[in-house]
């Protein structure tokens, strides 16, 4: 707000009188009103007579653009308004014209019109790909009133409120980082005019970094049969939070868990997920990774290892042993486990025919070995089974050779079958004698 006073001395050095006059705001937009207020006391003790005031301009509208005034009485005022409006950016002059009997004065007032106020301005660093933090200045050189600030693209919020703006204010808008031009509707009062004007930013992202993944793997060469422990800690490098994280590992055998998820990862935070695997044979495993951002938009990535399985089962037999006990056959040995995890369920089963014996272990450790021992009737095969930490199920058969066993125990039976053959022995001897003697 502008107020200027003017002095005016009359033709006679004890009379004057006093015109001032505001102008609210002093900065309009183009077709803005600005109000002016003009302010004519006399400060003599005689009235004063003004027959008008007038105002001229090429390029601004004033509202009303002449008056009457008339006496103004000795030490009073007269106050008058009018509107100036102009759609011509730029400094506008108004000739303001006083005029009276004796004397008449001009005066000129000047009008600022401007269209690029207000001004906005990105303040923070904006990243391709990710939900940004929009700080987004705003800024006027004369006061601004009911401000709000509506973003033309997906944000969050839709409409920023600042109210009364004097300076510069900061509103914060929230969207996902892909367009290169920005636009919005910025609404506000400049003195008693309404305006709504659009915005347009034009922005340049940086590069995002995205997630990181590093997968290790407990044991890269695998027996058959055996379970390794894969881990994959995944790094969220982005500059905002990420959601429903989903770990899917594919390959050609069983995992356990089959799926790993989480539900949020802040901006700088990490987290690992760790799955046992039985593979069928060697080759890769392939995690696919996926994650929403804060709009619900689906982010893919893959990443991958690799590993060996040999031909070798993980456990095996050792040091088979077969005996003959009082008419059964008893078969003993051990379990050996060569992987570097344990195996559970462990079973031992001797089949003969339809016969079946088992010997349940339980528990072989990593490198390490359990005894069992069973008693059958006969024996063509025995059967090991077992399961692995990934809850997959495998089995080995070993055939028993047809070899003579190591006898031990009561030997009574084999000695009266000698003594029995012996004695049919004598009985033919003795018997063909006596025939020839005839």
Not at 119 to 147: C, H, M, R, T, W
Not at 241 to 256: L, R, T
């Amino acid at each position: 707000m502008r107020l200027i006073l003017i002095f005016l001395l009359l033709a006679f050095p004890s009379a004057a009188i006093t015109v001032s006059y505001e102008l609210s705001p002093e900065i309009v937009l183009p077709n803005g009103y600005a109000d002016c207020t003009i302010i004519i006391t006399n400060n003599e003790m005689s009235p004063v007579k003004i027959n008008s005031i007038s105002f001229y301009s090429s390029t601004v509208e004033v509202f009303p653009s002449s008056v009457a005034v008339g006496v103004i009485g000795p030490g009073s005022s007269y106050t008058l308004k009018v509107s100036m409006r102009s759609e011509s950016v730029g400094r506008n002059v108004v000739e303001m014209l006083v005029s009276s009997e004796n004397f008449s004065i001009s005066q000129p007032i000047e009008l600022i019109v401007d269209d690029k106020f207000p001004q906005i301005a990105v303040s923070s660093p904006l990243y391709l790909g990710e939900v940004n933090e929009l700080k987004l200045l705003i800024s006027s050189p004369v006061v601004l009133k009911d401000l709000r600030i509506e973003a033309l693209f997906n944000a969050t919020p839709r409409i920023a409120y600042v109210g009364v703006l004097s300076g510069i204010a900061q509103v914060s808008f929230k969207f996902y980082g892909d367009s290169e031009d920005l636009r919005f509707r910025i609404c506000f009062y400049n003195g008693r005019s309404y305006h709504e004007l659009e915005r347009s930013l034009k922005v340049t992202y940086l590069p995002s970094k995205g997630i990181s993944t590093n997968i290790q793997i407990s044991r890269n060469v695998l027996y058959h049969g055996e379970a390794a422990e894969i881990s994959i800690e995944i790094a969220n490098l982005r500059n905002d939070g990420i959601f429903q994280i989903e770990v899917q590992p594919h390959g050609k055998g069983k995992f356990y868990p089959e799926k790993g998820k989480f539900e949020k990862l802040e901006s700088g935070e990490k987290r690992a997920l760790k799955f046992l695997f039985s593979p069928e044979e060697s080759g890769e495993v392939v995690f696919q990774i996926k994650y929403r951002d804060y709009f619900g938009k689906e982010n893919e990535i893959f990443e991958k290892t690799s590993f060996s399985v040999l031909e070798s089962e993980v456990l095996k037999f050792s040091n088979i042993r077969k005996e003959t006990d009082y008419g059964k056959i008893r078969i003993s040995g051990e379990v050996v486990n060569y992987g570097h995890r344990k195996a559970i369920n462990v079973l031992v089963s001797a089949f003969c025919n339809e016969s079946r014996v088992d010997d349940f272990i339980g528990e072989v450790g990593a490198n390490d070995y359990e005894t069992f021992d069973l008693e059958i009737g006969c024996v063509e095969f025995l059967k090991l089974s077992w399961w692995n930490e990934a809850g997959e199920s495998f089995s080995v058969v070993e055939k028993i050779k047809d070899y003579r066993p190591e006898s031990k125990g009561d030997m009574l039976p084999y000695y009266v079958s000698i003594v029995s053959a012996a004695a049919v022995l004598l009985l033919v001897v003795f018997i063909l004698l006596r025939y020839l003697k005839r």
